[in-house]
């Protein structure tokens, strides 16, 4: 008997035993195959998405491989854990499964989470602009082609007749997005490998509210993944599947940045919060997003 010659129902078992580059080899031989490996949800459980620390997980690799994997509901959880990514890859994964994903884990520098935030931000600005405007929200994807462009675009507008990104991000606390990119979003926790900033973490809270079109008075329920399952590499189905496909996006790749904006803090905040962090986060770098800042210029 032909392996290709199994039904899919059987197949699908058998790839649920595979790794990622198993997978994708799999995926690579055979028309069917590839089908079958890009098109199941059930494939992609959260140890997919992604293995923890794996340097082969770069940018370029979510660039080409990421937009072929089904956009169905069944992509409920996305860890990102000791990865090699930027801010552009972190884009590129939310763009695929923002609109499904329930749960999210991120754990990188402390660098990389200020590159993040800030990006969101200019984002999220961006969103609120065009959702005044009554024009047609941007994608994390045409972002990350266009960030310079977007950035400009938010400060130029003197939006609410906020100069800052610090000044901006105070009031996504109490504006609600009609059509958020996360919908679905329950939890976001984030750990940061080295020295934390409380100031970052609760910018990061009121972002990620906002772009999953909750307010401060409506944040995220409490009910992340347990922290003792984060690093267990045992293939597992992450959630019941439900839903039907939604959304197809045209396979392309953002060129690569290479240049930050700095980022500005405001100095009594810091060492307010510092203070706070000092009492609160002792011991470990780990944050359940629960309140909102913000410290970032536009540019």
């Not at 690579?28 to 490996?37: A, C, G, K, N, P």
């Not at 329930?102 to 660098?111: A, E």
């Not at 950035?151 to 610090?166: C, F």
């Not at 810091?270 to 000092?278: L, P, R, T």
Request: glycine content about 4%; charged content about 20%.
């Amino acid at each position: 008997m032909s392996f290709l010659s199994l039904p899919d129902q059987i197949l699908t078992q058998v790839t649920l035993n595979l790794g990622l580059k198993d997978l994708l080899a799999l995926g690579d031989s055979h028309t069917r195959l590839r089908d079958l490996v890009y098109k199941t949800p059930e494939i992609w459980t959260s140890d997919l998405l992604f293995p923890i620390g794996d340097k082969r997980i770069t940018d370029k690799f979510i660039q080409r491989i990421v937009p072929r994997i089904t956009r169905h509901y069944g992509i409920l959880s996305l860890k990102m854990i000791h990865l090699p990514l930027t801010w552009t890859g972190y884009l590129m994964i939310f763009d695929q499964f923002a609109h499904s994903v329930k749960r999210i884990q991120i754990n990188t520098s402390l660098t990389n989470l200020r590159q993040l935030v800030h990006h969101l931000g200019v984002f999220a600005g961006n969103l609120a602009m065009l959702q005044q405007s009554n024009k047609i929200p941007i994608t994390f994807r045409q972002y990350a082609f266009d960030h310079e462009e977007y950035a400009s675009e938010l400060a130029d507008s003197n939006y609410l007749g906020q100069s800052t990104l610090h000044n901006l991000s105070n009031q996504f606390a109490q504006m609600k997005l009609d059509d958020p990119p996360f919908e679905r979003l329950e939890v976001f926790d984030v750990d940061c490998k080295d020295q934390q900033d409380h100031n970052l973490l609760k910018q990061l809270e009121s972002l990620a509210c906002f772009l999953s079109g909750r307010t401060m008075d409506n944040p995220f329920i409490q009910s992340p993944i347990p922290t003792s399952n984060m690093f267990n590499n045992k293939r597992q189905r992450d959630d019941t599947i439900t839903g039907s496909n939604k959304y197809m996006r045209h396979e392309t790749s953002p060129h690569p940045q290479h240049n930050y904006h700095q980022y500005q803090s405001h100095q009594h905040h810091q060492q307010q919060e510092q203070q706070q962090q000092q009492q609160q986060q002792q011991q470990h770098h780990h944050h359940r997003i629960s309140r909102h800042y913000s410290t970032t210029n536009y540019v």
